[in-house]
Structure formats: C-alpha cells, structure tokens
C-alpha cells in the first residue's frame, strides 16, 4: 500500500470511529415526547408536545429542528432546575410527520450549529382522534410572512409583504385554501383599518382594508 | 481486455445515465411528458445492449425537447436555491447588488414548499444570505430561469463530448450526480452548470484553469480541484491567474464584507441536513461546528500535501464531504468527474 492510501485510510477511519461515542453520551437535559396531535385534521401530526427538563446550573436558549426543519415556537427558553411543557408546531403542513415514520426532534443552541439534545423514534400509529382542547394552534404566519406558503392575495392599491406583517393601503382579498375543513375558530391579528373574513368549505377569505396583518390564527375545533 | 471492459463500462454507465434523466421528467405529473420522457428512459435501457451511438444522441435530443417542452410550460419553484437565485437574479437587473439583501423575501415571492427548505437556527428562520458566487445570478439574470442555463450548458458539453467521441461518459454523469437529471429536467439548481463547465476543463488541457474559474463562480465545488491541480503545474502563478479571474472579474462589483462572509466562509447556521458525520449533532451530540470544519480542513491538507497522483485531483475532494456539517449529498460532483477522466485518459486535446 502507498503511503498516500496509507494516509487516507487513517484520516477517514479513526474520525468515523469517533460515531461510536454516541453509546456513551449521557445529555444534561432531559426529553420526552408527551403526545402527538393533527390539530385540523391534515392526517399527519402536526403539533408534538414534549417536556424539557434543565436540571443544571446553565439557562439554555434551544431551537427545535424536526427532521431538518425548523418548527415553532422560535426560541424556548430552559432556566436552571426548571422545566417547560411545550408544544411544538409545523410551520407548514408539508412537514408534518405521518403515522408511522420516523422522526428525529434535535434542539440546536440558539444561531449556532451545535446540539445539545435529541429525542427520536417513530410516530405512532391509529385512528387520530379529533381534538378538543381548544387552547392548541396552529399559526399559519411568522417570520414567512401572510404570503407564506399557499396565501393569495388579490389587491387593488399598495400591498406591501414584510417579514411577518403584510401592510394593506386601499383593500386587499387574501385567500388560503387548507388541508380541511375549519371548524374552529379564525382570528386575524392586525392593527387599524377594517377586517372582515368568511369561510366556505376549506377556503379562508380575508377582505382587508387600510390596516396591518400580523398573523392569522386558526383554533382547532 | 481492458479496453472492453472499458468501453462495456461507458455503454452501461451512459444507458442508466439516460434512463436516470428521463425518469426524472416522469415525475413533473405532465401527461404530455410521458411519451418523449419514457423513450428516453427505453432508449438508454436499449443502448446497454445495443450499442449504437445514434441511440445516445437521439435520446439525449428527444430530452432536450422534452425539456424545452417543460420549461414552456412552467415548472413551479421546486427548491429554496432556485428561489433564491431568482430572487438575486430580480435584484441584480434591478441594479442592486444581491449580496447586500435578505433572501428571506424569496420565499414569500415563490411561494416555496416548506419542506424544501432549509432549516436554520438564526433569528430569521429561513436561509437569508447570498451564498453562492456572482456568475449564478447573472446567467439566471440573461436567460430568465435556471432551467434554460442547465439546459444550454448541458447542450454544450454533450456537443463538445459528441465531436470527441465521448458523449458516453457526459451522458453516465446524469446517474452518477442524480441531481444533474433534475436540473436538467426542472431546473431545481445550478449544479448541471457547474458541472458542464467543470466537465469540459478534463477535456481541455490549455483552458482547464479558465474553465475550472468559470465553474467555481457558479457554485464553489471547482475550488477544490483547482487547488488540488495546481501542484501537479509547472506555471504555477499563471494557472492561478486563469483560475481566479473570472470570479474575480465578476465579483468586482458585488464585492463588500457580506460577499466575503457569504461566498467565501459560508456563514450561515444551518441545521445539518442529510447523512454524514454530522449526523452526531443531528443526535444531539454537543460537537461544535468548528469540530468538522477542522476536520475537513484537515483531510484536505493530508489529501493536498501527500497525493501524488495528478489524475485523482478530480474525485478526491468527494472524501472530506465525509466531514462535512451539512450533508454527503454533493460528493457525487466529484466522482463523476473522476469517472470522466479514468474513462478520458486518451482523449484529451
């Protein structure tokens, strides 16, 4: 064997050994998925909720990433010798995980490339029931913006789309056909001017005018 | 013995590589597509067995119109790259300079599916920052969409290979770069650019570097087979010259502390995104990123300092794709390349 092969064996195989340190890490936080819910009825779990236990000295600024996607809420915050409850949510119905597939939930520090947790397994299967509790939701907005995936907007006057606000001067019609029916309720958020909304079957129609979208809401039923 | 293997090797790998570029086509849900997209893949199944060159060039042809057919009748923005490359592109002929914006309004523009997204772990959720070189948005900027910049480039290359007899080995890269037949079919990023100018600088000898320039100014991966290369040169100074002009010349008028941060050092926290050694932090490991940028590095230098053999400069940057943060998914680059020069030893200018 050449010298240069010799090298190129060393370098690639003693770095991929280093994989096996994953039998021996034991993470300072604590993880466990508590339920997995469809909030509307897409026929995929798109709201998880899990509990993080912090019991160190360190407060922790974590960023949830399902498999490679980043989910809301946007940062959670794990004081010392504390816990949260929290319900993570698909910014998108795209990414939500089906029944039975496999999932890999890793909370990154805040704006770096580096972990500190993860829990992973496989969705579980059977009949979704529907859900009653009625505080979950599902934020169809963020940093997106109302435009975000699937809204429409007809207009006629200024519409300026932002980073998580769409600013109406004249009137606008927003429209977002869904996954599902809407049976629960919708709240638009904004400011000023006049909102009106109307749905039929698995349309949402907004009739904005002179105001500040914010978000849209949608309240499971 | 050895030639026939060869030449068995080149019709097998060229057949898949066309049965790889039409069943790419076959999954745009067009019923008008089916005819012309499912003779491809039957020709180059055809081709394995009766080696013919007229079948590969038929093929390839019947492909080019279908993908001409497809970009007439609109493809949908199918990846965050695309998006955002369209959106620089908007910039550009706007008379901004791209690098100095948020991409982040791309994706509102597009309307991008969420789940081709990249996920970051920065304030601003999506992937906000410029990263590729100049020579993307600006060939986006004069034909409009990156589907008809793949689709020249890849007429170029397969014509060029065709009149060096070598058509085979272009076609065998659409299977062993997977991604090459999509963007060859809808466009989804500009690897096939890359990879066509990368490709005719193994044929060339006396424009490699100014070819290798070109190619690295439409995404970085050429870099490393340049530096790779230039150790084997005798004009050293010279190569590099070639090498950096046109990233340098297209640059200038991008260039400012964003353009060095975003195409040079690839800032941006992204998550990890595929299967690599990476995929400790994907399980929660606290490496560092810095930990496998090291590494990378590292195995670079190794690979720089004791490699001797001029013709392996081509697929070995693939390894250190091994360390890389974000995902394995564009070592094939390279080892298509290497393919084209093992198979090419004889038939360069």
């Known amino acids: 064997m050449e010298k240069f092969e010799v090298v190129l064996m060393l370098v690639v195989i003693i770095p991929s050994l280093f994989t096996f340190s994953i039998f021996f890490y034991h993470p300072q936080l604590h993880a466990k998925v508590l339920d997995f819910y469809d909030i509307g009825e897409i026929n995929k779990y798109n709201v998880i909720t899990i509990c993080i236990q912090n019991p160190t000295n360190k407060t922790?600024?974590?960023?949830?990433?399902?498999?490679?996607?980043?989910?809301?809420?946007?940062?959670?915050?794990?004081?010392?010798?504390?816990?949260?409850?929290?319900?993570?949510?698909?910014?998108?119905?795209?990414?939500?995980?089906?029944?039975?597939?496999?999932?890999?939930?890793?909370?990154?520090?805040?704006?770096?490339?580096?972990?500190?947790?993860?829990?992973?397994?496989?969705?579980?299967?059977?009949?979704?029931?529907?859900?009653?509790?009625?505080?979950?939701?599902?934020?169809?907005?963020?940093?997106?913006?109302?435009?975000?995936?699937?809204?429409?907007?007809?207009?006629?006057?200024?519409?300026?789309?932002?980073?998580?606000?769409?600013?109406?001067?004249?009137?606008?019609?927003?429209?977002?056909?869904?996954?599902?029916?809407?049976?629960?309720?919708?709240?638009?958020?904004?400011?000023?001017?006049?909102?009106?909304?109307?749905?039929?079957?698995?349309?949402?129609?907004?009739y904005a005018k002179n105001t500040t979208i914010f978000s849209v809401i949608i309240n499971g039923s | 013995m050895e030639e026939k293997l060869k030449d068995s090797i080149s019709w097998f790998l060229a057949g898949l590589g066309l049965t790889s570029l039409g069943t790419a086509f076959l999954g745009d849900g067009k019923p008008y597509l089916l005819p012309t997209a499912f003779l491809v893949v039957a020709l180059g199944m055809l081709s394995i067995f009766v080696r013919q060159r007229i079948l590969i060039v038929s093929a390839f042809a019947i492909a080019t119109i279908t993908a001409v057919v497809n970009i007439m009748t609109g493809l949908p923005i199918?990846?965050?790259?695309?998006?955002?490359?369209?959106?620089?592109?908007?910039?550009?002929?706007?008379?901004?300079?791209?690098?100095?914006?948020?991409?982040?309004?791309?994706?509102?523009?597009?309307?991008?599916?969420?789940?081709?997204?990249?996920?970051?772990?920065?304030?601003?959720?999506?992937?906000?920052?410029?990263?590729?070189?100049?020579?993307?948005?600006?060939?986006?900027?004069?034909?409009?969409?990156?589907?008809?910049?793949?689709?020249?480039?890849?007429?170029?290359?397969?014509?060029?290979?065709?009149?060096?007899?070598?058509?085979?080995?272009?076609?065998?890269?659409?299977?062993?770069?997977?991604?090459?037949?999509?963007?060859?079919?809808?466009?989804?990023?500009?690897?096939?650019?890359?990879?066509?100018?990368?490709?005719?600088?193994?044929f060339n000898e006396r424009l490699r570097y100014l070819l290798l320039g070109i190619s690295a100014d439409v995404k970085q991966f050429a870099i490393l087979i340049a530096i790779l290369l230039i150790k084997f040169e005798n004009q050293k100074l010279r190569k590099i010259t070639e090498f950096t002009l046109p990233l340098l010349l297209s640059s200038i008028p991008f260039i400012s502390k964003q353009y060095l941060a975003s195409v040079i050092t690839i800032t941006q926290p992204v998550a990890n995104q595929g299967i690599s050694f990476s995929l400790l932090t994907a399980f929660g490991l606290p490496i560092p990123s810095f930990v496998y940028t090291v590494l990378e590095v590292s195995l670079f230098a190794l690979i720089l300092l004791y490699n001797n053999r001029k013709e392996l400069a081509w697929g070995l940057p693939a390894l250190i794709w091994i360390f890389s943060f974000r995902d394995l998914g564009y070592f094939t680059f390279y080892f298509a390349l290497q393919y084209v020069e093992w198979m090419m030893e004889d038939g360069k200018v």
């Open chain 2, 78 to 202: 199918l990846t965050d790259e695309e998006a955002i490359i369209l959106y620089a592109s908007h910039l550009f002929l706007d008379g901004k300079n791209p690098y100095l914006y948020s991409m982040a309004k791309a994706f509102s523009i597009y309307h991008v599916p969420y789940n081709v997204v990249t996920g970051t772990t920065s304030n601003s959720f999506l992937p906000s920052v410029y990263i590729y070189p100049p020579l993307s948005f600006i060939s986006v900027a004069v034909l409009h969409n990156l589907e008809t910049v793949n689709v020249i480039t890849a007429v170029l290359a397969f014509t060029y290979s065709f009149l060096k007899r070598r058509e085979n080995v272009f076609i065998a890269s659409f299977f062993l770069f997977p991604a090459l037949s999509y963007d060859f079919a809808t466009g989804q990023e500009l690897n096939l650019f890359a990879y066509s100018i990368a490709f005719l600088a193994i």
């Open chain 1, 60 to 206: 922790y600024v974590l960023v949830p990433i399902i498999n490679s996607h980043r989910w809301y809420p946007n940062i959670i915050i794990l004081k010392p010798h504390d816990y949260v409850i929290v319900n993570v949510t698909a910014p998108d119905p795209t990414v939500a995980i089906s029944q039975n597939s496999p999932y890999v939930i890793t909370f990154y520090l805040y704006n770096t490339q580096t972990a500190v947790l993860s829990i992973s397994g496989f969705a579980p299967t059977g009949t979704i029931y529907p859900i009653v509790n009625p505080s979950f939701t599902v934020i169809y907005n963020s940093s997106y913006g109302v435009s975000e995936y699937g809204w429409q907007i007809l207009y006629n006057g200024n519409v300026t789309v932002q980073k998580g606000k769409i600013i109406i001067n004249g009137t606008a019609l927003i429209e977002q056909t869904l996954y599902y029916p809407v049976n629960g309720s919708i709240m638009v958020v904004h400011s000023g001017g006049e909102v009106k909304l109307s749905i039929y079957d698995n349309n949402i129609v907004i």
